[in-house]
């Protein structure tokens, strides 16, 4: 007898049933044990930090993370689940920070930073409760008990050893670079991290008369968007083969003449009346080369270095502006290289704080971007500024704290990455994609525009950099393990902890034998090193010998998924270290998820107040229904829309109508006694009705089973759906009458 199905049915009341009935039989852990010496199918967590209580668009992760390795279960293999919690991190110590009331580095360190890391570390697992609520009540399959958790010794050390291969390799250096860096949070961001973060902005777009040191009354026209570098410049930029003109026209009193350069095709565009103009003289840029003027401000010494002359730079265009380009190699890139290329001396005017320094007398104090319009008021005054005006452009922004990032040079570690590009462009032409067009679209571009990584992190709750230095001579080495630290200190350390400060106080003499005392870098990493490290760190490999067998199992990935943005994050960081440590992909299928909207198709966000609560669902129409709207909704690269109602949807067209078919089934089948067991007929001898229908099931099953196998999620789901369709409206509709 099959057990009796209401049609009034109560949903919750039928999950919590399969759940106790998983938790009673062991049924997770045995699809492990039961499975052992089959072929593996090797799953990675991507880690979410628990400092937060997770929302509708884990569950879009956790759901899809949960599709592939229950298929491959099914089908016979052994799929490990092993958990993963991200620990480390700006985030953590934002949210610690907050909680304290302290927004500084230095208010960090008066709070003392053995107790900050201490209230970092706790705060990181606070809401892990509702995150194995979570996890257990929408059906993810992932072993949390045996989770990687970045924070412990063991990881760690396995982070050290991959930095110390990365060093081994000459791949780390430290170099004076201008980066993009947060004023609030007292450190550089990754390019990673820069690309979440851009928001549209209006910025003041100013043309300032550079006065001729040679020529009184001729002027550079100068073309600016960040008048708060102007005290930091040293030179102006033309291109070589630009065509300049000096033109006449009035003074902005009209009473007199003046004579200005720019560039011939921005003459219309950046002259104030054009027609009022007159072109006297024509140039190429190499023509203005070496040509000097009058600094605008001079408030640091320049020592013996010749500077305020022209210079050429490939980067100058005519695009926007005026043809010559302010050049403050303190605030930028390409600043930076033509500054090094023409020995011009770098004026840093702000401190690490974005905070004009008191050499700068007269904006001393005052915040970066707040000086922008002091030293607009100042131009004015002095009778230099030709030409103010607003402009719209998009720029990037802390993705943290929202603030405007500063582009300022300075002196940090790096991971040369740009020398592995070609080999990380190869292989991810071994990966599958899914969507397809993000291989050689938002992934492959970013690989193709490769920037060398930003690995320090000048914070305090993170992986410590395990570079020692000896100020006396500058002798540099990198420590791979606990080991070794010990060997060179000739102390016990098994009980270090790994993290600052403690680690900080680990001296020992230069082993050189020459020199003083070797003292650790100030620096963490950046977390994402952390967490595209966990292929090799998840089993601390090399140090805990048990486990070293376990990473060759486990490595590379079958399968990760992960929302779209983390091209440039767990994504990059995994398949970099991957390739630069092992010229190897760290996973071989990827599905990027896109990002989840509410029911009127706006993003989903805590601030807009639209997020949707995954109890609020879950408590109404269960983890199924949630599940099965999330996977056939939309393929999952596109965004998809998403409410409590759409759920509801699900349960009205799909899931009642298989429930109300399974009744239908249930009741006919216990008045006939027919069991499972019962000797069928053969398929040629059934009725036509019942030869389509069973035809139509073993068609689902090729159509289904070939989309898992080539993570097609619609494709493995939407045809269920149909079929389901089909029986209900089709096959039991046409055939009651049989069955009565
Ligand atoms: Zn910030």
Redesign the pocket.
């Known amino acids: 007898m099959f057990k009796a199905v209401s049609p009034k049915v109560d949903i919750n009341e039928i999950e919590k049933e399969v759940l106790d009935f998983w938790r009673r039989s062991r049924v997770f852990e045995r699809t492990m044990s039961e499975r052992e010496g089959q072929p593996h199918y090797v799953f990675y967590e991507g880690p979410p930090t628990a400092n937060g209580k997770p929302g509708s668009h884990h569950v879009l992760a956790r759901a899809f993370k949960d599709m592939f390795p229950r298929y491959k279960t099914m089908q016979g293999y052994y799929v490990l689940r092993k958990g993963g919690w991200d620990t480390h991190g700006?985030p953590v110590e934002?949210e610690v920070q907050k909680e304290l009331g302290i927004q500084h580095k230095y208010e960090i360190e008066n709070f003392g930073v053995a107790e900050f890391n201490e209230k970092c570390k706790s705060s990181v697992f606070r809401y892990i409760t509702d995150w194995e609520k979570l996890t257990e009540r929408i059906g993810f399959w992932v072993n949390l008990d045996d989770a990687y958790v970045t924070f412990t010794n063991d990881y760690i050390e396995s982070v050290w050893w991959i930095l110390k291969q990365l060093w081994d390799k000459n791949l780390i250096y430290q170099g004076y670079k201008v980066v993009p860096y947060?004023?609030?949070?007292?450190?550089p961001?990754s390019s990673h991290e820069v690309s979440q973060g851009y928001a549209d902005v209006f910025d003041p777009s100013i043309f300032v008369r550079f006065p001729l040191r040679d020529k009184p009354g001729v002027y550079f026209l100068v073309w600016t968007t960040t008048p708060w570098t102007l005290p930091g410049n040293v030179a102006v930029a033309v291109g070589e083969d630009i065509e300049y003109v000096q033109v006449e026209g009035p003074t902005a009193d009209g009473e007199g003449t003046e004579q200005l350069i720019l560039a011939k095709n921005l003459m219309n565009k950046a002259l104030i009346n054009p027609e009022n103009y007159k072109v006297v003289k024509t140039y190429k840029g190499k023509d203005l080369k070496g040509w000097h003027y009058n600094p605008l401000y001079t408030f640091l010494p320049v020592e013996d270095k010749d500077y305020a002359y022209v210079i050429t730079g490939d980067f100058v265009s005519t695009e926007d502006g005026s043809g010559i380009v302010h050049i403050a190699p303190a605030f930028g890139e390409d600043d930076m290289r033509v500054g090094q290329e023409n020995d011009l001396p770098v004026l840093m005017t702000v401190n690490s704080e974005g905070v004009f320094i008191d050499a700068v007398t007269q904006f001393r104090g005052l915040w970066f971007k707040d000086a922008d319009k002091e030293i607009t008021r100042d131009l004015k005054s002095r009778g230099l500024m030709y030409k103010v005006e607003q402009y719209r452009h998009s720029y990037p922004?802390?993705?943290?704290?929202?603030?405007p990032?500063m582009y300022v040079a300075r002196e940090t570690w790096y991971i040369r990455s740009t020398e592995y590009r070609d080999r990380m462009i190869a292989n991810n032409q071994k990966v599958n994609w899914v969507p397809d067009h993000i291989k050689n679209g938002r992934f492959g571009n970013w690989l193709e525009n490769l920037k060398d990584w930003a690995l320090g992190r000048e914070r305090y709750w993170g992986t410590p950099l395990p570079i020692w230095v000896d100020e006396e001579n500058g002798d540099m080495l990198c420590v791979g393990s606990v080991k070794e630290l010990e060997h060179l200190t000739g102390r016990e350390l098994t009980d270090l902890d790994l993290h600052r400060p403690y680690v900080d106080e680990i001296t020992f003499p230069n082993p050189s034998g020459k020199g003083g005392v070797m003292r650790r870098v100030p620096e963490v990493i950046d977390v994402w090193f952390d967490s595209g490290s966990m292929p090799v760190a998840q089993w601390g490999y090399p140090h805990v010998v048990e486990n070293q067998a376990m990473f060759q199992q486990q490595f590379p990935a079958d399968y990760i998924c992960e929302a779209v943005d983390q091209t440039r994050g767990w994504f990059f960081t995994l398949h970099a270290i991957a390739t630069m440590l092992f010229d190897e992909v760290a996973f071989k299928n990827v599905i990027c998820l896109g990002h989840i909207l509410d029911g009127e198709g706006k993003k989903m966000s805590k601030s807009r107040g639209n997020a949707v609560d995954p109890w609020d669902v879950l408590n109404t129409y269960g983890a199924d229904a949630f599940r099965w709207y999330l996977y056939t909704a939309s393929p999952p690269g596109e965004s998809r829309r998403f409410s409590v109602d759409l759920v509801g949807e699900v349960v009205k067209k799909f899931w009642l109508t298989l429930w109300n078919t399974y009744s239908f089934f249930v009741t006919y089948a216990n008045i006939d006694q027919w069991t499972p067991d019962t000797p069928a007929k053969p398929v040629a001898d059934r009725p036509e009705m019942d030869r389509w229908v069973m035809a139509e099931l073993h068609n689902l099953i090729r159509d289904v089973t070939q989309a898992y196998e080539t993570y097609d999620v619609p494709g493995a789901t939407r045809p269920v759906q149909e079929f389901v369709e089909q029986l209900s409206n089709w096959y039991v509709r046409l055939n009651r009458r049989r069955f009565w």
């Open positions: 700006l934002i947060c004023t609030q949070c007292g450190t961001l922004h802390c993705w943290r704290d929202k603030s990032l």
